[in-house]
């Protein structure tokens, strides 16, 4: 049995490499990719993670400082996705520091520090208000963030 799940997760872990080789070469800025639980992702080119923080008001970032060290902002300075994607989700917000970041629906985009491998998605749920993008379940960015669990 061990020997099965030890084959088991060397599967998991080339099939994983190979998806984010294929997510590299494509040319791509952004991606609609797979997490390691089999979640729909939006992720960079090299296929790490993004995510949403909630407490964002519409159109402007608030994690600034010790936050953005955490969270660092996600930046494409040109945006080329293929379907499911499409570039007209896409925007560009100026921070409070004068540093663009790039946008999903109006929501400003972020990577979590402590994410090391494409596909990791170990910022899901930080403080209820950190969530990795589901691009097919992420509504445009209006005044009132959604109720937990709408991303």
Same mark, same amino acid.
């Given at each position: 049995?061990?020997?099965?799940?030890?084959?088991?997760?060397?599967?998991?872990?080339?099939?994983?490499?190979?998806?984010?080789?294929?997510?590299?070469?494509?040319?791509?800025?952004?991606?609609?990719?797979?997490?390691?639980?089999?979640?729909?992702?939006?992720?960079?080119? $090299? @296929?790490?993670? +993004? *995510?949403?923080?909630? !407490? =964002?008001?519409?159109?402007?970032?608030?994690?600034?400082? /010790?936050?953005? %060290?955490?969270?660092?902002?996600?930046?494409?300075?040109?945006?080329?996705?293929?379907?499911?994607?499409?570039?007209?989700?896409?925007?560009?917000?100026v921070?409070?520091?004068g540093?663009?970041?790039t946008?999903? $629906? @109006?929501?400003? +985009? *972020?990577?979590?520090? !402590? =994410?090391?491998?494409?596909?990791?998605m170990?910022?899901? /749920?930080?403080? %209820?208000?950190?969530y990795?993008?589901?691009?097919?379940?992420?509504?445009?960015?209006?005044a009132?963030?959604?109720?937990?669990?709408?991303?």
């Amino acid at each position: 049995m061990r020997r099965s799940i030890v084959r088991g997760l060397a599967l998991t872990l080339l099939a994983g490499f190979f998806a984010v080789a294929a997510w590299s070469q494509s040319g791509d800025t952004i991606l609609a990719g797979t997490g390691a639980n089999g979640a729909a992702i939006l992720t960079d080119a $090299r @296929g790490m993670t +993004l *995510y949403i923080f909630t !407490k =964002d008001p519409n159109g402007k970032s608030v994690c600034n400082g /010790g936050c953005a %060290k955490a969270w660092p902002p996600f930046h494409a300075s040109t945006i080329s996705v293929s379907p499911p994607l499409s570039a007209a989700d896409f925007g560009s917000i100026v921070r409070d520091d004068g540093t663009p970041q790039t946008t999903f $629906r @109006g929501w400003p +985009l *972020y990577y979590w520090f !402590k =994410d090391k491998q494409p596909g990791d998605m170990t910022g899901q /749920g930080v403080g %209820k208000v950190w969530y990795v993008v589901d691009p097919a379940k992420l509504a445009a960015k209006v005044a009132t963030p959604p109720k937990s669990g709408a991303w």
